[in-house]
DNA sequence: ATGCCTCCCCGAGGGAGA
């Protein structure tokens, strides 16, 4: 089973590009990210025509989540728990079931910036929200993925100019600390299980020619639990995404599961 | 780089992103 997260920086805007990435990368599952859209807005039929299940959990202007699958989606949650105030459309969870159960958990962590304020704020108290439940899927044994945008670069090594982010929300110490936390609770960050050492990214900037510059990021990652770890057969970038016609300014992250 | 593009809102130009 391959499922992929891509962080589609708005669907209207992407109504080419995420298609044609899908027909060419023929994932079972993709986690969306940015849709940018209320419920209403997304173009479900698109997708359903080409036999994906579509779940949404959608906001206007900002933030949004969904999952494509081509397998049933069962026991779908929309909204990570701790918080009845949160109005922001950050996280869809669901069921897939191919030759066993896997959980799938989308996540659009908040930016953070700028640092320190209460955008920062707000993003601390969702990754304390995210370890909450990451323990749940840990304690319950649960084959399961929590992938998406995580707003995180874990460490120097996954950005090309380190030293430009030192006082940015996405690297600063705390925040990769409170990263670390959920990780070492016990799970796998699957691309680095299967590739080591600099030069991977998962996003250029669209300014100042990043991408030609291959001045990225990695910050989309795919954490297993230790059953989901054990069914994994590969991972991978599809880097060459960025540099197509009105790409996305992130790029797919995607895991094989023998499951 | 207190922001070089691009997205969204709409029907101008501002907020947000990372």
């Not at 990368?25 to 997708?47: H, N, T």
């Not at 081509?70 to 109005?87: A, F, M, S």
């Not at 799938?104 to 995210?130: H, I, V």
């Not at 006082?167 to 990263?179: G, I, K, M, S, V």
Request: with cysteine; glycine share 8%; charged share 25%.
């Amino acid at each position: 089973m391959k499922i992929a997260t891509f962080n589609i920086n708005g669907i209207k805007a992407r109504a080419n590009a995420l298609p044609a990435w899908l027909e060419e990368s023929q994932p079972d599952v993709a986690v969306l990210q940015e849709i940018k859209s209320v419920d209403e807005g997304f173009p479900r039929d698109l997708f359903e025509d080409m036999g994906y299940n579509v779940e949404t959990h959608g906001q206007k202007s900002f933030n949004g989540v969904a999952i494509l699958s081509k397998l049933p989606l069962e026991d779908v949650v929309r909204g990570l728990p701790g918080d009845d105030g949160d109005e922001q459309a950050r996280w869809i969870e669901a069921t897939v079931v191919g030759t066993q159960a896997v959980r799938l958990c989308g996540l659009y962590l908040p930016n953070g910036n700028p640092a320190p304020g209460p955008k920062y704020d707000y993003k601390l108290a969702w990754m304390e929200r995210l370890r909450t439940r990451a323990k749940a899927l840990l304690e319950n044994e649960e084959t399961a993925l929590m992938l998406g945008d995580y707003n995180v670069i874990p460490l120097p090594e996954d950005a090309a100019r380190p030293g430009a982010w030192t006082e940015d929300a996405l690297f600063l110490p705390q925040t990769r600390a409170a990263f670390r936390k959920i990780v070492n609770l016990g799970f796998t960050d699957a691309f680095r299980a299967r590739h080591l050492g600099p030069g991977h990214y998962s996003f250029w900037d669209y300014q100042a020619n990043s991408w030609e510059r291959n001045n990225g990021i990695r910050i989309d990652h795919i954490l297993m639990t230790p059953q989901a770890a054990d069914l994994m057969t590969g991972c991978g970038i599809d880097r060459e995404v960025r540099g197509r016609e009105k790409p996305s300014d992130h790029v797919p992250v995607w895991v094989d599961l023998a499951a």
